[in-house]
């Protein structure tokens, strides 16, 4: 296992691959990089026969004592909800030009923050979404080029748990490909972190549920009006960022909510954000139809069309990556390879 090699600075044996091909020689120095590429490797082999020889005398087993009474079991407590989400943060996209270490901390970090503001929003609160918001620039933008599909962009985990940091990410790369300037980017970025901030006031009940009442539903649509009174005024954040959050649920049409607003009176960097968020839903099981894959999500994003976005930034969207992604919805869940 990749843990047998972590105490060893330089390799004693030489590494083989399933089919027998050496992918590392005797006295290579193992560098962290190196571990990290054995890590994508389900098996590794060696060329050391452990088997006894055959002048050397095999110690026979002693057979064991068989107590009277049963062996206690000890019982496995249940995980709690903070150690599953951190083994959820350390869950990557191997399909990703995002450097896994650099998945592992946008992840942890977003969580910390989001959990940060549920009571209270403060200063610590805006820094630690800022530090998030230069990671994803710093991390995402310098592989645009190199993103195929758009499920190379995706952060795995739950919806709930990760959905502002999967929109973020789509929004930054949507904003790059429609031509804005950086600190316009960086502004977008921010602005998907934080856009479904409202939701923190929120309780479990209306959050989990999967049929919400008619009372329900109207708190549930209440998040927008939250989350912008929060970054407004526990957060101190510029009014293009408070009204992302305010109008990420508008529509082009109208028959969105909470105002049921129109056209150009939504702001271009809530519709970019609209469309992430409504991707994501779909391709994370919360949107309004179950879809198989991320090109069954984009032809829905397609159906909503500039009934709900502007046609350029509809058609960006569509087409800044490939549209034929197959990749099963799936294989980007919490099932992923750990990291």
Excluded: W
């Excluded at 390799?11 to 691959?17: A, D, G, H, T, V």
């Excluded at 230069?134 to 995402?140: E, G, P, S």
């Amino acid at each position: 296992s990749i843990d047998e090699l972590v105490n060893h600075k330089i390799l004693p044996f030489n590494l083989f691959n399933e089919n027998g091909d050496k992918i590392m020689a005797v006295g290579e120095v193992l560098t962290p990089g190196k571990l990290l590429q054995l890590r994508y490797l389900s098996v590794i082999y060696t060329d050391i026969d452990e088997s006894p020889d055959e002048d050397e005398p095999v110690e026979e087993e002693e057979t064991p004592v068989v107590s009277a009474e049963p062996e206690k079991i000890e019982e496995k407590k249940p995980e709690t909800p903070e150690e599953i989400i951190q083994k959820q943060n350390n869950i990557v996209n191997t399909q990703s030009y995002v450097p896994p270490q650099a998945q592992v901390k946008m992840k942890t970090l977003y969580n910390q923050a989001m959990t940060s503001v549920q009571e209270k929003a403060n200063t610590q609160s805006v820094e630690m979404f800022t530090t998030i918001r230069n990671n994803v620039l710093q991390d995402v933008l310098p592989v645009i080029d190199k993103i195929q599909n758009k499920s190379q962009l995706k952060m795995i985990g739950d919806y709930d748990v990760y959905h502002g940091l999967n929109v973020a990410i789509l929004s930054t790369v949507l904003a790059k490909k429609l031509g804005f300037n950086n600190d316009e980017i960086s502004e977008i970025s921010l602005a998907g972190l934080l856009h479904d901030i409202g939701k923190t006031r929120l309780s479990k009940e209306i959050l989990n549920s999967t049929n919400l009442n008619a009372k329900n539903q109207k708190l549930y649509q209440l998040h927008p009006q939250i989350g912008y009174k929060i970054l407004k005024n526990e957060m101190n954040m510029p009014e293009s960022i408070c009204k992302v959050a305010l109008e990420h649920h508008e529509k082009s049409d109208g028959s969105g909510y909470p105002y049921g607003i129109s056209g150009d009176l939504i702001s271009r960097m809530t519709q970019i954000v609209s469309v992430c968020n409504l991707y994501d839903a779909l391709i994370s099981g919360k949107g309004p139809v179950q879809v198989n894959t991320p090109k069954e999500a984009v032809k829905k994003v397609i159906e909503a069309g500039s009934s709900s976005f502007s046609p350029d930034i509809l058609y960006t969207f569509v087409h800044m990556t490939s549209f034929n992604d197959n990749t099963p919805v799936e294989e980007l869940g919490i099932t992923a390879k750990p990291f």
